[in-house]
């Protein structure tokens, strides 16, 4: 009875194309989410910058307000008794405004001491002139 050759070739090789037309759709598929995830980060950029320049011109405005009400504030008369303490006194008194940076601060670790092998002896130092 002759032997059948090659019977499991035709199999494998069918399995070996289908493999590479999934890795090629794979293949196709990361390419199309690559593209459309490099557009998104695009436009978030362009957002971010847009929103950056919207909170400048509010602040710019809101610091011209400020200034404008400042100026109008200095040329009416006063109506309140002036203060007693000196200029000086004022400058020498500034308000302290805590740090919230919206981070609860971590205290600073304490160093460890020196080794003992870090530390000098005093008997073994040599003296070379």
């Known amino acids: 009875m002759p032997k059948p050759k090659h019977s499991m ?6 399995l070996f ?13 990361q390419g199309t989410t690559i593209q459309s995830q490099r ?8 957002d971010t910058t847009q929103l950056a320049v919207m909170k400048g011109n509010v602040l710019r405005e809101q610091a ?4 404008a009400q400042s100026k109008t504030d200095s040329q009416a008369p006063s109506t309140q008794a ?15 405004q805590p740090n919230h940076s919206g981070k609860a601060q971590r205290p600073v670790p304490a160093r460890p001491p020196k080794p003992a092998s870090d530390l000098v ?3 073994r130092n040599l003296l070379s002139i």
């Open 17 to 29: 194309l289908f493999s590479y037309g999934l890795m090629t759709l794979l293949i196709v598929e």
């Open 9 to 14: 070739l035709p199999v494998l090789v069918v």
């Open 39 to 46: 557009m998104l980060i695009r436009q978030l950029i362009g």
């Open 64 to 67: 011209l307000s400020r200034q």
């Open 121 to 123: 002896d005093v008997r």
């Open 82 to 96: 002036p203060s007693n303490e000196t200029p000086s006194a004022q400058a020498a008194s500034p308000k302290v």
